[in-house]
């Protein structure tokens, strides 16, 4: 049975946490009515378009990136995150991150 | 051995992608777009509930029941949805049926569009490049690197998915297989033969 290959391992769905919370959130917001799924996939298909110009894309992390960047495009254009305030938020969680000690959970403080 | 705290004074940063994910986050969750739990309970929908073992469930039903795969074939949308199998994106579901003469295989150029409610989450290697590209041009070719060789009297079909419409593959039920129930059945359906790219597995 050694030689026998484990066809049947399964493979993670999301490699990544953050494909799964990307994921999510869009989901969510679909969900919510916030999101067309075709319109989304239309601006999906374009922004991969986009990215394989430039290389070869591989389904995994370059995927998720490709769909992140999608996502905050479209919550741009519709005025629901502008770009300086995700840049703003990003940069107070690195800061939670950094400033939190080891072990504990972070919390993003409340002026963030 | 002594434990050096210095090693990890901070908790661990994640990657520049997740921090600008919880940006977001805390942007749509402040402004009552998005429920913190509702995204917990969408990822524990995908990781854990929705996942192929649907799509072998419907397989195996259609291999069983003559009506139940007459209907499938028709519009698998309402057949599906029967067995608690819904489009949370509100799309079609197509059923395409292998014969010994045509083999089905999925794709999606545009993006990587997936019935997900009886598939899940696609693999890596559906979103790629190599295969979106490559599934219409040279099937077959890619359909050996997946160790599928099909006789020459064997046409090769390739559905492209849209937004709006996915498609399932019912792959041909193997031979050897009569007498067995819908569980045993299901065993048999692996996710790639419902993509095309597979065939099910033989009894043992």
């Not at chain 1, 075709?38 to 490709?66: C, I, V």
């Not at chain 2, 073992?53 to 949805?81: C, H, M, S, Y």
């Not at chain 2, 579901?93 to 010994?100: A, G, H, L, R």
């Amino acid at each position: 049975m050694t030689n026998c290959p484990n066809l049947s391992a399964p493979e993670p769905v999301f490699s990544e946490p953050w494909h799964a919370q990307v994921f999510a959130v869009t989901v969510a917001l679909n969900e919510a009515g916030r999101l067309d799924w075709p319109d989304w996939a239309s601006m999906f298909s374009r922004t991969l378009k986009q990215h394989g110009l430039e290389r070869e894309l591989d389904g995994g992390d370059d995927y998720f990136n490709a769909w992140l960047e999608t996502l905050e495009n479209l919550l741009a254009d519709q005025g629901t995150a502008a770009s300086d305030e995700i840049s703003n938020l990003q940069s107070a969680w690195e800061e939670a991150y950094l400033t939190t000690p080891h072990g504990q959970p972070v919390h993003l403080r409340q002026s963030g | 051995m002594p434990h050096d705290d210095h090693d990890h004074p901070h908790a661990l940063l994640p990657p520049e992608p997740a921090l600008r994910v919880k940006a977001l986050e805390t942007i749509l969750t402040r402004k009552g777009l998005i429920d913190p739990e509702a995204l917990d309970e969408i990822i524990d929908t995908y990781q854990s509930k929705i996942g192929p073992q649907n799509g072998a469930r419907v397989v195996a039903k259609a291999w069983l029941d003559p009506d139940f795969k007459r209907a499938l074939i028709e519009d698998a949308t309402p057949v599906v949805a029967d067995l608690g199998f819904y489009g949370r994106q509100g799309e079609h579901i197509v059923v395409v049926e292998n014969t010994p003469k045509q083999h089905n295989m999925v794709v999606c150029t545009l993006c990587s569009c997936y019935p997900w409610p009886l598939l899940g989450i696609p693999p890596g290697w559906y979103k790629s490049d190599a295969y979106r590209a490559r599934a219409v041009r040279e099937p077959r070719k890619v359909l050996a690197e997946f160790g599928v060789t099909l006789s020459a009297e064997t046409a090769v079909r390739v559905w492209d998915s849209t937004a709006e419409i996915r498609y399932l593959v019912l792959p041909l039920r193997p031979s050897g297989t009569e007498g067995l129930d819908e569980d045993a059945l299901a065993a048999l359906v692996t996710r790639d033969s419902m993509i095309g790219t597979g065939l099910p597995k033989v009894p043992a």
